[in-house]
């Protein structure tokens, strides 16, 4: 039974660096204090060493300022460290989550979520710099308040009216930049799609000379980006100009305060100097959390976008581990509706469909275009959802079953593949590093591509899938395929139009391997448009719109059904229903059951 536990996993790892935070926090308090050093020095040196001339109070204060200095230095350090030693526990505590569950977000219905990864790695960084500490020196502003208010209650009130307007101008900055902000970085994202898009079908574009109407496309999208753009940063030039100018104004301010305070006999000389460096201190943090309000915004949009990802996706449930399968599939009312939300009805992809098949069987699904075949196909493999029924597996529903157990008994070889970026080798292997050279050679065995591989100048070692493509035929990448789905003879295979890009010798070796796996009592499910991907079935089911017409042996299929229009009467090698090939012009070649 399935334990969901809810609980967020991003809280759970910044809850296991409370301690690391609460040490910053401490090391932080301790850093501004031992900061008044340099005012408190100033003072003495000005009221006492100069008006008693005294060098041994002079040497005696100066040792003191230097230890102060070392501890300051060290505490810095320390708390610097620890941030980005917490930066980087974070990143791995959710990097491989994070990946897994924005690879799975990938599956109908898609959310625009932005990718947690960039977020993780935009906090990681934020952590690890400068900003962060100023954060944390935040708190400790009001310790250097309260020695102005010390001083003189006017140069207090001064730095804390100063304090407020850099505020006021900071949040008005925020303000009017917000919006165009956002869609500044809305455009961002576009533009960055579209390249990479164009990029992609690279041979499509180059074929057709679409170049420079893309590139005209582009620069129009590119201009929009610009202008907003430079909408975000005009009302920040300002703000940030009018800010340095007021913060110098201010320290001339409290300079002549501080003289016609000391022209009243209110403050010692010493004490200007002290409570400019005071008051310095004072708005410091305020000005660089000003001047960084851009990565502060960008950091607390990441902590929220990462908790509310987390929230959504909730921990992985405790399954029981079952035994391994046998490969009995009962598919029961099986229903999918169009995954697109809408005000118009969800249309039915699939519609009550339900079978059963026992370990060793081999089923052919056939029917038109569109009729649901590779549909059916996901959810008997549990790449998507049913929306009713269910897909069991030896009396389970596949959701009950360990990822680790399914990985190794579901085969699926999708109609459109793509390799991933990596060796032949670790494709086939799934990259599971469990899965041995043996393992693989026999799946490729299986598959009939071994040959074809060690054909290859690189052999299994070739790098397919990457940025530089696959050097590859479309059939070649087909039986790449096939051998990943075979791999560990798994108890379900699912193949959607295998034999698309396959020759004659690809057919037979399909056939095969098929045969094989089914003798080892694997259950082997075929999505067919050509009839000779259907050659090796005991059973047919015959889908139209989503609904199951006909399910029987293929001996009851294939002697009463008008099967022929679904699939491709031009198709090279048509089969028999018994299996064998007929001649290449068949007199009888189309309508009728003729063909399969
Ligand atoms: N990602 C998707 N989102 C929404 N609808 C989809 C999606 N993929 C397919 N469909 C719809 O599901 C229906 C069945 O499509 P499916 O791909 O299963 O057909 P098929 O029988 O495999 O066709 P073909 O033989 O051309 O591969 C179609 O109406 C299609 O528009
Ligand atoms: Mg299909």
Request: hydrophobic share 45%; charged share 15%; glycine share 8%.
């Amino acid at each position: 039974m399935a334990d969901h536990v809810l609980s967020n996993t991003y809280l759970d790892a910044l809850k296991d660096q409370r301690t690391g935070f609460a040490m910053v926090f401490i090391l932080s308090g301790l850093v501004n204090v031992l900061m008044l050093t340099g005012s408190v020095y100033m003072l003495q040196v000005y009221d006492r060493v100069l008006s008693s001339g005294s060098m041994v109070t002079l040497a005696g204060l100066f040792t003191i300022v230097v230890i102060l200095y070392l501890f300051l230095g060290l505490f810095d350090f320390l708390r610097q460290r620890l941030l980005s030693r917490i930066a980087i526990r974070l990143d791995v505590a959710l990097g491989k989550p994070s990946y897994k569950s924005w690879v799975q977000s990938g599956l109908p219905p898609q959310s625009a979520s932005p990718e947690p990864l960039r977020q993780l790695s935009m906090l990681r960084q934020f952590l690890s710099g400068p900003t962060a500490v100023s954060l944390f020196d935040l708190p400790f502003v009001p310790i250097f308040l309260a020695a102005l208010f010390l001083v003189h209650p006017w140069l207090g009130m001064m730095v804390l009216a100063g304090a407020c307007v850099a505020g006021i101008a900071a949040i008005l900055g925020r303000v009017l930049t917000r919006k165009w902000q956002e869609q500044a970085a809305i455009q961002n994202n576009t533009l960055q799609e579209f390249s990479r898009h164009s990029r992609q079908s690279a041979e499509v574009l180059t074929a057709m000379h679409m170049h420079d109407n893309l590139g005209n496309h582009w620069k129009t999208m590119h201009e929009t980006r610009l202008a907003l753009h430079q909408n975000a940063s005009n009302p920040s030039e300002v703000i940030s100009a009018f800010s340095k100018t007021f913060r110098l104004l201010l320290q001339s301010a409290i300079l002549s305060v501080g003289a016609v305070l000391v022209m009243q006999n209110q403050i010692s000389a010493g004490m200007i100097i002290a409570s400019s460096v005071l008051s310095s201190r004072a708005l410091a943090p305020i000005d660089q959390v000003i001047g960084q309000w851009r990565a502060i915004g960008t950091a607390v949009a990441a902590n929220r976008i990462l908790r509310d990802f987390f929230a959504q996706i909730g921990a992985d449930p405790q399954l029981v581990e079952f035994p391994e399968p046998t490969g009995r599939i009962a598919v029961k009312s099986l229903s999918k509706f169009s995954p697109q939300r809408g005000t118009q009805m969800r249309k039915a992809l699939l519609q009550s469909i339900s079978f059963d098949l026992a370990p060793g069987d081999g089923l052919g699904v056939i029917g038109k275009s569109a009729a649901g075949k590779s549909m059916l196909a996901r959810v008997l493999v549990g790449a998507w959802q049913p929306d009713q029924g269910e897909v069991q597996l030896d009396g389970a529903s596949l959701t009950k079953w360990q990822d680790g157990i399914l990985g190794r008994a579901i085969g699926y070889l999708p109609q459109r593949i793509d390799l991933l970026p990596g060796s032949i080798s670790q494709n086939i292997a799934r990259f599971d590093p469990a899965a041995s050279d043996a393992d693989v050679i026999a799946a490729a065995q299986l598959a009939g591509v071994h040959d074809l591989i060690n054909a290859l100048p690189d052999g299994y070692a070739s790098q397919v899938g990457g940025a530089s493509g696959t050097p590859l035929s479309g059939g070649q990448v087909q039986r790449i395929g096939l051998a990943r789905a075979v791999l560990f003879c798994p108890k379900l295979l699912v193949l959607d139009e295998p034999n698309a890009h396959l020759d004659g010798d690809g057919d037979d070796a399909l056939d095969a391997a098929i045969m094989k796996l089914r003798t080892a009592g694997s259950t082997v499910i075929v999505m067919a448009h050509r009839p000779s991907a259907i050659s090796a079935m005991n059973k047919i089911m015959i889908l139209e719109n989503g609904r199951m017409v006909r399910f029987d042996t293929k001996e009851a299929v294939l002697g009463g059904a008008n099967v022929a229009p679904m699939v491709r009467t031009t198709g090279p090698t048509p089969i028999k229903p018994n299996g064998a090939r007929p001649p290449l012009h068949p007199p009888h070649a189309r309508g009728g059951v003729g063909t399969l």
